[in-house]
């Protein structure tokens, strides 16, 4: 169940990826796309099959739609709303791997 859930956040946090990217030239969509994104962070909840599983998907499809495409456009602008975008990557890595929960140490007997 659990491989389950995390393939479906890591879908759905690509999906988010997908929406704030199309939308990001925007004003409106550039805050849409950060709020609805961590929101979703905040909502999916700690942990290496949630949380983290959203993160990775939203990192990975920016990571994937950052270099130049063949055609030799870009999908992520080299302007204020395209930094911002990358630094909101940033801000969700980190924020995914740093609410990771602590590992639990076993009784020493």
């Known amino acids: 169940m659990r491989v389950l ?9 690509a999906a988010t ?22 929101a979703a962070l905040v909502a999916v909840g700690a942990g290496w099959s949630r ?8 990192v990975a499809f920016i990571a994937w739609v950052t270099p130049a495409r063949a055609e030799g456009d ?4 080299s302007d204020p709303a395209g930094y911002g975008l990358l630094a909101l990557t940033l801000a969700v890595l980190v924020y995914s791997v740093v609410t990771l929960p602590r590992p639990r140490r076993g009784r020493v007997e």
């Open 51 to 58: 949380r983290l599983a959203f993160g990775a998907g939203w």
């Open 74 to 77: 870009f999908a992520i602008s």
């Open 5 to 13: 859930v995390a393939a479906l956040l890591l879908v759905c946090g």
């Open 17 to 38: 990826a997908l929406a704030t990217v199309a939308l990001h030239s925007y004003g409106w969509g550039f805050l849409l796309g950060a709020v609805a994104t961590l």
